[in-house]
């Protein structure tokens, strides 16, 4: 196997090292192996630790609550929390506003396993880090929380079109004394996030400041 000038190893020409599916799919791969080494065998799985912690502090969650705070499609999660009631992780009560809604709760035992994972989530989430250099580490989080928020503002339809058409990081033209306009271009500066541990696997919605690098150009009088 080839190394870049850079000293990163290539992984083929066939395409697949440039490819963002193929690549996410194998970091996927290797957080759940990861993940597998650090909990051990009869441990929760990573989806049933993310149903618990979205639960944990609450008095009760849909089903749509739970879709929407753990990212798991609503067939898998129907099914999940069937196997967790099984298991007495969960319990499931009607709703009190809602006589038509039912509500997951954290049971007691639910709660014991989820205190017993906490460390164990944490050591896989350091490990899965340790992957990178100290300074890129921060990065690797921030851009994984932004393409989880982006996707699902997307599927929302949340995204709001601009007022303005024109190109981002400028300013619209305006008009100066003596009839003369100037056209101002101003770039976007870097915005620190918060560095957030891992969720386990959990998509949650990300912080929406951005890490921008626009060009800067200088004033033009016309």
Not at 100 to 110: D, F
Not at 117 to 142: G, N, Q
Not at 180 to 204: A, C, N, Q, R, T
């Amino acid at each position: 196997m080839k190394k870049s000038k850079h000293g990163d190893k290539v992984m083929s020409k066939n395409g697949l090292d440039t490819s963002p599916s193929h690549l996410l799919h194998r970091v996927l791969q290797i957080a759940l192996d990861i993940y597998s080494e650090e909990a051990g065998e009869g441990a929760l799985s990573q989806r049933q630790y993310a149903v618990l912690k979205a639960l944990e502090g609450s008095e009760g969650l849909s089903q749509t609550d739970l879709v929407r705070l753990t990212g798991i499609d609503r067939s898998t999660l129907a099914d999940l929390v069937s196997r967790m009631l099984a298991k007495e992780l969960v319990a499931r009560e009607r709703s009190v506003t809602d006589a038509r809604a039912n509500l997951v709760q954290i049971a007691p035992s639910g709660k014991a396993a989820l205190a017993e994972m906490e460390p164990r989530v944490a050591a896989a989430d350091e490990k899965i880090l340790s992957l990178l250099s100290a300074p890129k580490r921060d990065s690797f989080v921030k851009l994984l929380r932004k393409l989880t928020a982006a996707r699902e503002e997307a599927l929302s339809g949340e995204i709001k079109p601009r007022k303005d058409t024109v190109a981002d990081g400028e300013k619209p033209i305006k008009e100066k004394k003596g009839g003369k306009k100037k056209d101002k271009v101003s770039g976007k500066k870097m915005k620190k996030l918060p560095f957030p541990p891992l969720s386990e696997g959990v998509s949650e919605a990300a912080t929406t400041e951005e890490l921008v690098h626009a060009p800067v150009v200088k004033a033009v009088s016309v």
